[in-house]
């Protein structure tokens, strides 16, 4: 009991004291870190990026980031002539060389002949970025069909998962980098998104747990955007979303 009551008396201020000149020095390390890798960001010219979902949306403007960077780029979506479009812009702001590949990431088959081509037409693979997604807004009690739920994951959890596993041998050659683009939704949980996030929470798991398994040989960012509008986002309640949820 004496132990106990020495215990209680002197171990919070020990703790604070401890938090005391424990914490500032680990947080001045997290902000000089951050800033070293705002400033000295990674020149793409001339790496080979494979973007998913590339023909709307995110994908599409990614796709013109890279491009002014001077990356080489794969793009890939089933719509061919929105495909062309983006790459013809992407040429247009700085891309050396583009190629364009339709392609389902749902279907197992697709994402390694989209992988494939990209290597074999570059030689090389740098990038990842798992961007393809689609939606479904409705309330799961007010869902009529089950199977429309199907896509959301086929989609946003395996589309990420085939394409990741067929590049990775490549990324491991070249040191490369996976970018996820998730959804806020895969922790926030809004109404009307039951298995659109499951799909995204389900991503983000896997890729947390694959920076875990993998270490530093390959770089994985994991994005969790807010609401964006888009083609993706057409039809659904902008505003009621932006005002019951404000970070989205």
Do not use: C
Request: cysteine-free; glycine content about 8%; proline content about 5%.
């Amino acid at each position: 009991m004496e132990m106990n009551k020495l215990l209680n008396i002197f171990l919070p201020p020990l703790t604070i004291i401890s938090l005391i000149f424990i914490l500032p020095p680990f947080l001045v390390f997290k902000l000089l870190w951050s800033i070293r890798r705002s400033v000295f960001k990674e020149n793409v010219a001339g790496k080979v990026v494979l973007i998913t979902g590339a023909s709307s949306g995110i994908g599409e403007h990614l796709a013109y980031e890279y491009g002014r960077r001077g990356a080489r780029l794969a793009l890939v979506a089933r719509r061919t002539d929105r495909l062309q479009k983006v790459a013809g812009r992407a040429r247009e702001l700085g891309s050396p060389d583009v190629i364009v590949i339709t392609a389902d990431v749902s279907k197992l088959q697709d994402s390694k002949r989209f992988v494939d081509e990209t290597v074999n037409h570059f030689g090389q693979l740098d990038h990842l970025v798992n961007n393809a997604g689609i939606g479904r807004p409705q309330t799961f009690e007010g869902t009529k069909n089950l199977s429309n739920y199907l896509p959301v994951m086929d989609i946003n959890f395996w589309g990420s998962v085939y394409g990741t596993f067929f590049a990775l041998p490549h990324l491991r050659k070249s040191r490369g980098k996976i970018v996820v683009m998730s959804s806020a939704a895969g922790w926030l949980y809004p109404p009307k998104a039951s298995v659109y996030s499951a799909s995204k929470a389900a991503q983000i798991a896997l890729f947390e747990s694959l920076r875990a398994e993998w270490g530093p040989g390959i770089g994985i960012t994991v994005v969790t955007p807010g609401f964006v509008e888009s083609e993706l986002t057409q039809g659904v309640q902008v505003q009621k979303a932006k005002v019951k949820y404000p970070a989205l």
